[in-house]
């Protein structure tokens, strides 16, 4: 009876003890989780980047106000070379960016590859009222034609498919010349396809040729803003 009451009580400091022992060591756990949540935080976003895949390596995407293209997929961050900022359209600025991986769950990412594989890009082009416009739309048209990208019927059905698993519908893939007027002209805006990282050599080689043939035009005028400013005398003379 002696060693049965004996066991009853050490078994009963134990417990006291380890339950003691327990709630340290819980505390420290929760201690260390908040020390470390960041970490531990980035270490699942690479987790996801790596099971999800919501980029590749050489993917230009947009995340928390960056834009780059991805150079390096890391334990804890990835890496882009930043694209834009003070540099021009979609042009390397040189830098490399090191973005912690828990940005995937934190904010919204923007990814020019994939999925459809290119972009919509848009050139406005302002002509004067007195210009031809018809002909001008004309001439746009058939530049546009020469620097878009020309898909066969094969390749539309494949692309078609391929945006169909992110319920992108487009029922025209061919480039459009789209009309509307402003104050200061009739606006003709050329919107066609291309890649991510092609969109300022395609519109470098559009306005190009945009250039070229309008100076041979004499009934085209590319506008601009003007102002015209009449003095009392001048009123007086156009009123003779």
Same mark, same amino acid.
């Given at each position: 009876m002696s060693s049965f009451l004996a066991v009853?009580?050490?078994l009963f400091l134990w417990a006291e003890k380890?339950?003691?022992?327990? $709630? &340290?060591?819980?505390?420290? *756990?929760?201690?260390?989780?908040?020390a470390m949540k960041d970490?531990?935080?980035?270490? +699942?976003?690479?987790?996801?980047?790596?099971?999800?895949?919501p980029f590749y390596l050489g993917d230009r995407i947009e995340i928390a106000g960056t834009r780059g293209d991805v150079v390096d997929i890391r334990v804890f961050q990835f890496s882009l070379l930043e694209v834009g900022n003070w540099v021009e359209s979609d042009q390397s600025t040189g830098r490399i960016i090191h973005i912690?991986?828990?940005?995937?769950?934190?904010?919204?990412?923007?990814?020019?590859?994939?999925?459809?594989?290119?972009?919509?890009n848009e050139i406005p082009v302002l002509i004067t009222?007195?210009?031809?416009?018809?002909?001008?739309?004309?001439?746009?048209? $058939? &530049?546009?034609?020469?620097? *878009?990208?020309?898909?066969?019927?094969?390749?539309?059905?494949?692309?078609?498919?391929? +945006?169909?698993?992110?319920m992108i519908y487009y029922k025209h893939l061919s480039p459009r010349v789209f009309t509307s007027v402003r104050d200061s002209g009739v606006l003709l805006t050329i919107r066609?396809?291309?890649?991510?990282?092609?969109?300022?050599?395609?519109?470098?080689?559009m306005w190009e040729d945009i250039l070229s043939s309008f100076s041979r035009e004499a009934d085209i005028d590319l506008a601009y803003p003007t102002y015209r400013i009449y003095s009392p005398q001048e009123k007086e003379k156009n009123e003779r």
């Open positions: 009853v009580v050490i380890f339950s003691q022992f327990a $709630t &340290i060591i819980g505390l420290l *756990s929760a201690g260390l989780a908040i970490i531990i935080v980035d270490w +699942m976003g690479w987790l996801f980047i790596l099971l999800r895949r912690p991986n828990r940005y995937v769950f934190t904010h919204h990412l923007i990814n020019y590859n994939n999925g459809f594989g290119f972009i919509w009222f007195e210009s031809n416009w018809k002909k001008a739309k004309k001439i746009l048209s $058939t &530049i546009a034609e020469k620097h *878009s990208i020309h898909f066969s019927e094969e390749a539309k059905e494949a692309l078609k498919k391929k +945006m169909a698993r992110f066609y396809l291309c890649r991510p990282k092609k969109r300022r050599i395609t519109e470098e080689n």
